[in-house]
């Protein structure tokens, strides 16, 4: 059995961190070049941001699959 991340998903102290690592290693690029670590890094805070955007938009009241399959029978 892993370990089940699906908690951290929408909390901003882990997204923040999420973004924090990444930029303080950016920041370190800026002394000491590297482009692996810079190709690395980048995708990494776009999918950090995404996750900051999925957090912070308002849920909507969506139906459950199931009741269309009810309303059929």
Known sequence: MGYDFSRYHEDLRYIGLNILGPGCILFSLVFD???ASV???V???L???ISVMKALRPRSR???RTAGKCMRN
Do not use: D, K, R
């Open 33 to 35: 070049f590297n482009l």
């Open 39 to 41: 190709i690395a890094q």
């Open 43 to 45: 995708p990494w805070i």
């Open 47 to 49: 999918l950090t941001a």
């Open 62 to 64: 969506q139906m459950p």
